[in-house]
């Protein structure tokens, strides 16, 4: 919990204190005078957006949820998505999100193994689907790059993409080639041996044998499906572009001027590409730099750091509010309900 904590005060820091001084020299009371006329339903469009974008991720998660457990719910689906969405958040990197998703999945009933092949297999998706769609991004908008200082961010921009294709490659080896990931996390439990008995470490490694066959099992049963592969990716690619759309609804209601909607995506794109290679929850700094770079070109400094603000407000500190609210949210079936696989075969999670 203090660690939580820690985080969501360092990213408020960070980012309050990037603005505070990246644009001292703008007037508050401008900034205040746009905020109190702005176009209200702008930016509720732009919040609708981003709640559209959750949903749509927790169609995806429901929908691969149906190949394990038939007990899997929309709402149930659409709470753990707003807690893979705050813990994303406040973790470096985005890394927190799938462990506590897991977390919950298995606490529901289901096994590890099953979970963790459900939550791979949604990852594919979406990082293939995130890679794909910012290639189509960068083929048509890579030309407002070529102005002033900005090609000197391109490279960083390129390398940000280039991170995103190798973790899908990795994503992709990892659920494929059982040999690799059982390395891997034999790896990872090596130092274990180190500090308990030989027959509880055998025990472990066995439990999490058992498991790595049940998560292959099942990654391969849900890959094979093209159905719902396709299904998924055309969901993930709404809830992309709904994303990469935002800013335009924050700039139409701070009232800026004519707006070229293929380039503010293409911003966002590029905003979304250089904030990954930043090591800091929610990548910030990177985000409000980039930000501040790609869109100074086409607004006033006051307008700029209104749209900053609530840019930032609706696609990450909405993500902190709502997720922290789904956290203390309990859910009403019992456990043991969600123990049932599709296939009728009760599994259990101790197993």
């Not at 719902?228 to 994303?243: E, G, I, M, P």
Request: proline letters at 3%.
């Amino acid at each position: 919990m203090k660690k939580r904590l820690f985080n969501i005060i360092l990213i408020f820091t960070i980012s309050i204190g990037f603005i505070a001084y990246h644009f001292r020299t703008v007037d508050t009371a401008s900034v205040w005078e746009g905020l109190k006329n702005a176009h209200i339903g702008w930016l509720f469009g732009g919040m609708f957006a981003m709640f559209l974008y959750w949903l749509l991720e927790a169609f995806v998660l429901h929908r691969i949820s149906r190949k394990v457990t038939i007990h899997s719910t929309i709402g149930e689906a659409f709470r753990i998505t707003l807690v893979g969405q705050f813990f994303n958040t406040i973790t470096p990197l985005a890394t927190g999100g799938q462990p506590a998703q897991l977390y919950i999945l298995t606490k529901n009933g289901m096994d590890a193994g099953a979970a963790s092949s459900v939550l791979l297999i949604k990852l594919i998706v979406y990082q293939g689907m995130l890679v794909v769609n910012s290639l189509i991004v960068l083929l048509f908008g890579y030309h407002y790059l070529l102005n002033g200082s900005l090609p000197k961010m391109s490279v960083l921009i390129l390398m940000g993409f280039t991170l995103n294709t190798l973790f899908i490659v990795a994503l992709i080896v990892v659920g494929k080639n059982k040999r690799i990931a059982s390395l891997i996390v034999h790896f990872l439990l090596k130092p274990v041996s180190f500090f308990t008995k030989t027959e509880t470490y055998s025990s472990l490694k066995n439990n999490v044998e058992q498991k790595m066959n049940l998560f292959h099992a099942e990654s391969k049963r849900i890959s094979v499906d093209l159905k719902l592969l396709l299904q998924c990716s055309v969901l993930t690619t709404l809830q992309l572009w709904l994303f990469f759309s935002i800013p335009y609804f924050v700039l139409q209601g701070v009232g800026a001027g004519p707006l070229d909607l293929l380039q503010i995506i293409a911003f966002h794109t590029f905003i979304i590409m250089f904030s990954s290679l930043i090591p800091i929850p929610g990548g910030s700094g990177g985000a409000e730099l980039s930000f501040s770079l790609l869109f100074g070109l086409i607004l006033d400094p006051t307008t700029l750091v209104l749209s900053l603000f609530l840019w930032r407000f609706i696609t990450y500190y909405s993500c902190i509010l709502f997720g922290s609210i789904s956290l203390m949210v309990k859910k009403k079936k019992k456990a043991q309900d969600f123990g049932k696989t599709a296939r009728g075969v009760e599994m259990n999670p101790h197993r």
